[in-house]
């Protein structure tokens, strides 16, 4: 699978950015799918991830009520719709495929993902 981010840039705090992540390859809709982020000086964090089949969905608690993952497996792409924005969401977004079986638990850690796209800059100003 490889996998291209898009829709990142400049936002003011309380605005909203929707990023998207297209996948090549016939292994997408059989990998769950996340989202993290990597700040200046950070480690790489998780953000969200979203099943197999769309039907869960799971948040790190820094952007849950702000922010939704969800998947369209007909396109072959995942979305991040980031609402509420703060100064500290301010990172490298990167998406990543898990390639795992349909009742595999949704993963929180990096290293659990096997496939990277390139990462998209998404700053918000105060």
């Known amino acids: 699978v490889q996998l291209q981010a898009s829709g990142g840039g400049l936002v003011q705090a309380g605005g909203s950015l929707r990023l998207s992540c297209a996948a090549s390859?016939?292994?997408?809709?059989?990998?769950?799918l996340g989202w993290f982020r990597q700040a200046p000086g950070k480690d790489r964090e998780f953000v969200a991830a979203v099943s197999r089949s769309g039907s869960s969905t799971y948040y790190a608690n820094s952007v849950k009520g702000r922010f939704a993952i969800s998947r369209d497996n007909a396109k072959n792409t995942v979305y991040l719709q980031m609402n509420s924005l703060k100064p500290e969401d301010t990172a490298v977004y990167y998406c990543?495929?898990?390639?795992?079986?349909?009742?595999?638990?949704?993963?929180?850690?990096?290293?659990?993902?096997?496939?990277w796209g390139q990462g998209t800059q998404v700053t918000v100003s105060s």
């Open positions: 390859g016939r292994t997408f809709s059989y990998s769950h």
């Open positions: 990543a495929a898990d390639r795992a079986i349909l009742t595999a638990p949704l993963r929180t850690v990096a290293s659990d993902y096997d496939y």
